[in-house]
């Protein structure tokens, strides 16, 4: 949230934005994973950790123990990479 203010955005949109993706990707993660077919416990659960956040992670449990885990050092690889490169590519591109 501090990045979007930093960047000029709103606090309340930005929350909003980020509860209701969460909740989409934990209700639709088990048709999501069967649509595109994702087999391999890795890649389901990078999948499920990069799109919902913590939601996502819970979502992951249901997989089995690697997806979890991988959906955990998902969510803090991309947290931190948003964290980092969002500032800078907001003063390039603004």
């Known amino acids: 949230m501090l990045t979007s203010l ?12 980020c509860i209701l993706n969460g909740v989409v ?10 649509l595109f077919k994702i087999t391999d416990p890795i890649a389901r659960g990078l999948a499920l950790g990069t799109a919902g956040h913590a939601l996502g992670v819970s979502a992951a ?21 948003v964290t980092v490169v969002v500032p800078i590519m907001g003063n390039i591109l603004l």
């Open 6 to 17: 930093a960047m000029g955005g709103s606090a309340e949109l930005t929350s909003l934005a």
């Open 61 to 81: 449990k249901d997989f089995g123990q690697v997806e979890e885990s991988m959906g955990s050092i998902a969510l803090v690889v991309v947290g931190v990479i």
């Open 25 to 34: 990707i934990y209700a639709l993660a088990k048709p999501l994973i069967n």
